[in-house]
């Protein structure tokens, strides 16, 4: 019996002491699983859940801000505690879907083409509206950067789209935003008639359902030089300047070129601003209808000077009788002045006359005349191509039967060689005569010029009228040391160089400055110059020096653009150190911010 109560008081023992090691043992695993989890919310930054535990019973408790947080919270806590029961007793607030925007696109169209941004709703509806607008203009559509995250448009959307179609292949350049119910067109008509048509379209499209707003404008009229210039020769009536001042004028000019069979004149006579007073459309008509009698001649008429010029082979009596006729048409208001060229010194010459005419106007030289064969034509033409250029000579040179004159070829390249020396040359070539003027900078030269056409045409008599442009050649002449110092420090000076603040960026203003200053270094022969930099004593001494250092680098860096030799010049800095003025006043301060020229031994 004692043995018996031995072994269960032992059993027992034993029992309990097994109990109790398991309760302190998962009490201790209870523990570390909350730290556990807990620790694992804190990384995810979830403070709005609490944790109750019951052995391996663990509980989820609070109200996340919206079920993906809820979710997240479920899951990380099975994932950490993955040998508890995990009891999610938590809520969530339901957020409200996303409110999307509504549809907004803005086209833009230029000359490049269209370029759409904005949002639409969804890939659907941006396909088919590029569509739309391919199935319309073919290669219109550039760019198309919209999005396509806006909401679904409401019932009846479609003429919006309508309205933008219609817009932008009409116009040339435009910009559009498109909303529900409203359209925004902004773009430029081609005139005010295009204007108008386009306008009552898009209105009528509309209807009462879609807000419009227009700002249709035509291109705007520029100030441009009233001057109407055309040339006859064996090819015909030419313009190659005209300007009328509106529509009306416009086309009463174009009929008067029609009459008088003008040559390509579609497009001709743009509309400006800044013509003259008077009836300029009957002017011009005038001059055309004298122009078409002569069989070759030039008509300019500059605002309110009309001038008619007869070249060979006008004879005398038809040019007087050109003459007549447009001073009984020209309006009141208007002068004329006329010349015959080839009978100033002799008679005009024949209609059946060898002769040449050479005109140098704005860079290009007008080449008209008779020649006797075809291969003397092209190597006069070749010979005056390689000298001006191929796009600078306009030519218009007929065959005659019979020998030329002694030394025609040479006597037509000589005057080419010679128009390159002069500048508004005019001459005219017959046989055994030629007479050319125009204008040159060196007196000298123009005398050699004139000795080298007698000797080279010993068998032509040979008159030059040559002038001598005075103040270019003044203004070329080559400056001396101290007279090249002055007169770049006098210009800038004068015209005030000018830097952004606190810094060497020249300001653009000051660029003609500099422009000026190459054109008057170009004459300073063999001088070399330093380019000082000068500054106020206003910030730190070492700044200010670093300072107008880099300016005077600036205006060398500038002057070297403009294709001055870099031996002749240097730069150096000053800073605050050489002042001409005092620096406690703002009119001495701005004296003493200076670029000064120094000449160098």
Known sequence: MIRYLTFVAFFATTAIGIYLAGQRGAAVYETLMVERVRQGFAVLEVDWITLKSDGLRLELHGRAPNVEGQALAARTARAIAAHAHVVDFTSATISPPPVLEPVLIELHRDAD????????????????????????????????????????????????????????????????????????????????????VLQDQLIALAGPEISLALDLRVPPQVIIPFRFAAQKDFGGLRVEACAARDLDEQSALLAAMTRHRVADHAGACPVGLGGPEGAWAEAVSAGLAALDLLPAGRLEVTY?????????????????????????????????????????????????????????REGKLHLAGR????????????????????????????????????????AAQSVLDAMEALDDTRAELTAGRLRISGTMKDPVAAGSLRRELIAALPDFEVRTRIAVDLPSAIGSLPLNTQTCVAEMNRVITASDLAFETGSAVIEAASLDVLDELAAIFARCKGVRLEIGGHTDSQGNEEYNLQLSQSRAEAVLDALLSRAVALDRLSAKGYGEAEPLASNQTPEGRAANRRIEFKALE
Do not use: C
């Open 371 to 410: 020649m006797a064969t075809t291969p003397e034509r092209d190597a006069l033409l070749t010979y005056g191509r390689a000298l001006f250029g191929k796009t600078a000579l306009q030519a218009n040179l007929g065959l005659i039967d019979g020998p030329p004159p002694p030394d025609w070829q040479k």
């Open 304 to 360: 309110q000077a009309a001038e008619l010029e007869a070249e060979p082979p006008t004879e005398p009596e038809r040019f007087d009788s050109a003459v007549s006729l447009l001073q009984g048409l020209l309006p009141e208001g208007f002068t004329l002045e006329t010349r015959l060229y080839g009978s100033a010194n002799g008679p005009a010459a024949p209609r059946d006359s060898f002769w040449l005419s050479f005109r140098e």
């Open 113 to 196: 083409g269209l370029t759409a941004t904005g949002r639409m709703a969804g890939e659907e509806m941006r396909q088919a509206f590029s569509s739309r607008i391919e199935a319309t203009s073919p290669g219109l559509f550039r760019y198309d950067l919209t999005g396509t995250n806006a909401a679904k448009p409401p019932p009846g959307w479609g003429a919006e789209v309508d309205l933008a179609v219609l817009a932008v292949t009409s116009l040339s350049e435009a910009y559009l935003k498109l909303a529900p119910g409203q359209v925004l067109i902004e773009g430029v008509a081609p005139d005010e008639e295009a204007r108008a």
